[in-house]
């Protein structure tokens, strides 16, 4: 099975910071690779697809890069309203899934 | 949209069918995933329907635990136990890719609580 690890697993940054959470995989995953966020009492919302590909209606501060094992989801400009926890997603053997354990973000 | 059934809470050893109905999109065309949240803790996928021929795969740590199935007459997908534990305590989102290799759209929960 393949297994996602996220760092860090929680961090506080503030107001108009840049932070990146990185995302690693135990095994070649090329570029099946997502992001979501999740706030408290909701469903995750997807936010990047395939490593870099924004869903449509998501703000352009969140980008994504990578490939094969090692990616990294970036917020530019944190805001009050980006406070969350973050997972990675990966779906090398469609249609099975792995989350990452999540990334919590909270401001300073 | 996936809609899902309401909050349950029910005594341990209890059985119990959850449901996720979608609309909006061709559901029995499109694998319609399960995932578990336990309270404060992360994701967990649990396993996947094709709705158009009942086509079942489970995640490793799910399989023996639950039961997934879907009716493609009624778009709804179904999560289901036999005999419920504490351990089972969680929110079970049902999840679904229309247009991307991941989840654009998501039920929005079912909270499950299993106390004696």
Same mark, same amino acid.
């Given at each position: 099975?393949?297994?996602?690890?996220?760092?860090? &697993?929680? %961090?506080?940054?503030?107001?108009?910071? #840049?932070?990146?959470?990185?995302?690693?995989?135990?095994?070649?995953? &090329?570029?099946?690779?997502?992001?979501?966020?999740?706030?408290?009492g909701?469903?995750?919302?997807?936010?990047?697809? !395939? @490593?870099?590909? %924004?869903?449509?209606?998501?703000?352009?501060?969140?980008?994504?890069?990578?490939?094969?094992?090692?990616? &990294?989801?970036?917020?530019?400009?944190?805001?009050?309203?980006?406070?969350?926890?973050?997972?990675? $997603? $990966?779906? !090398?053997?469609?249609? *099975?899934? *792995?989350?990452?354990?999540?990334?919590?973000?909270?401001?300073? | 949209?996936?809609? $899902?059934?309401?909050?349950?809470?029910?005594?341990?050893?209890?059985?119990l069918?959850?449901?996720?109905?979608?609309?909006?999109?061709?559901? #029995?065309?499109?694998?319609?995933?399960?995932?578990?949240?336990?309270?404060?803790?992360?994701?967990?996928?649990?396993?996947?329907?094709?709705? !158009?021929?009942?086509?079942?795969?489970?995640?490793?740590?799910?399989?023996?635990? @639950?039961?997934?199935?879907?009716?493609?007459?009624? +778009?709804?997908?179904? %999560?289901?136990?036999?005999?419920?534990?504490?351990?089972?305590?969680?929110?079970?989102?049902?999840?679904?890719?229309? +247009? #991307?290799?991941?989840?654009?759209?998501?039920?929005?929960?079912?909270?499950?609580?299993?106390?004696s």
């Amino acid at each position: 099975d393949i297994r996602l690890s996220q760092s860090p &697993s929680s %961090l506080s940054a503030s107001v108009g910071d #840049r932070v990146t959470i990185t995302c690693q995989a135990s095994q070649d995953i &090329s570029n099946y690779l997502n992001w979501y966020q999740q706030k408290p009492g909701k469903a995750p919302k997807l936010l990047i697809y !395939d @490593v870099s590909y %924004l869903e449509t209606g998501v703000s352009s501060k969140f980008s994504g890069s990578g490939s094969g094992t090692d990616f &990294s989801l970036t917020i530019s400009n944190l805001q009050p309203e980006d406070v969350a926890t973050y997972y990675c $997603q $990966q779906y !090398d053997n469609v249609p *099975t899934f *792995t989350f990452g354990p999540g990334t919590k973000v909270d401001l300073k | 949209q996936l809609v $899902q059934s309401g909050a349950e809470v029910k005594k341990p050893g209890e059985s119990l069918k959850i449901s996720c109905q979608g609309s909006g999109y061709i559901f #029995r065309s499109y694998w319609l995933s399960w995932v578990r949240q336990k309270p404060g803790k992360g994701l967990e996928w649990v396993g996947v329907v094709y709705p !158009d021929d009942s086509n079942i795969i489970y995640s490793p740590s799910f399989q023996g635990q @639950v039961t997934i199935s879907a009716d493609k007459s009624f +778009s709804t997908a179904y %999560l289901q136990w036999t005999s419920l534990k504490t351990s089972d305590i969680a929110t079970y989102y049902c999840a679904t890719s229309v +247009s #991307r290799g991941a989840f654009d759209l998501w039920g929005q929960g079912t909270p499950l609580i299993v106390s004696s």
